[in-house]
């Protein structure tokens, strides 16, 4: 983990028992996030920890194209990648365009993963620091748009 004053992304992220939810920025592109929930950093079923991490753009076998996360403390093969359910990350980080309930898991979903991955990728540098936090969101998240 390194610490910068102006990181390339930012989350700001909320947490509850099922899940974590956030808000992305990159300059004036914005997403939603969805993450597992914070269990303390354990591999595979956990949110990562808060903190400013680097990141590169690359092309995944199992995931396609990412951004992979560095130096993330006991993890490895941190990304942020398209999914859409907590079931489809262990411990990486999805993007969509909103927030809703999909499945019958009523656990909140994000949409659109696979377009707002190509557009957080197209809106941030190829590489750079992502600062990953604790933030307050009002309103339902359920229904946000972008």
């Not at 509850?16 to 269990?39: I, K, M, V, Y």
């Amino acid at each position: 983990m390194i610490l910068v004053a102006e990181p390339n992304i930012t989350i700001k992220r909320w947490y509850h028992n099922d899940c974590t939810l956030g808000r992305l920025r990159a300059g004036s592109f914005q997403c939603w996030t969805l993450e597992l929930p914070n269990l303390g950093n354990q591999q595979d079923i956990s949110c990562i920890p808060e903190g400013d991490y680097e990141y590169y753009s690359r092309y995944s076998e199992h995931n396609g194209n990412c951004l992979q996360l560095k130096a993330v403390p006991n993890r490895t093969s941190i990304q942020i990648h398209a999914a859409n359910y907590v079931n489809q990350i262990l411990g990486c980080l999805a993007v969509g365009d909103s927030i809703k309930f999909m499945n019958n898991d009523l656990i909140p979903d994000v949409t659109n993963s696979v377009e707002t991955l190509e557009k957080l990728r197209d809106n941030s540098a190829m590489e750079g620091v992502i600062r990953i936090e604790s933030g307050k969101i009002h309103g339902d998240c359920r229904l946000a748009r972008q």
